[in-house]
């Protein structure tokens, strides 16, 4: 059974950064994709970032050229290194991984807030 475990959200200033981190342990097949959507009171949930396997990365219109994803394939870890943080990023973020059959599994989420 897939499981996720996230870390790293919290209160930070606007202007400032964090971490945010995701452990994936349980998938035979690995984790082809892993990535970071977020959810904001009242707005769908979209595509912060993603990176597969082989390192390919994806990231949002709003995020690019502040946030980075990185992963340690030995440890099944995906990273979010956000810098430059705006109110707007407020929202909780949640852990995606896909696994070789496609199937998607979802971490509970991490609240990120920005003070103005």
């Known amino acids: 059974q897939v499981q996720l475990v996230e870390s790293g959200g919290g209160l930070v200033q606007a202007g400032g950064s964090l971490r945010l981190s995701c452990a994936a342990s349980?998938?035979?097949?690995?984790?082809?994709?892993m990535g970071w959507y977020r959810q904001a009171p009242g707005k769908q949930r979209e595509l912060v970032a993603s990176i597969t396997s082989s390192g390919s990365t994806s990231y949002g219109d709003s995020v690019k050229g502040r946030f980075t994803i990185s992963r340690d394939n030995a440890k099944n870890t995906v990273y979010l290194q956000m810098n430059s943080l705006k109110p707007e990023d407020t929202a909780v973020y949640y852990c995606?991984?896909?696994?070789?059959?496609?199937?998607?599994?979802w971490g509970q989420g991490t609240q990120v807030t920005v003070s103005s």
């Open positions: 349980g998938s035979i097949f690995g984790f082809n994709v």
């Open positions: 995606k991984v896909t696994i070789a059959t496609g199937w998607n599994y």
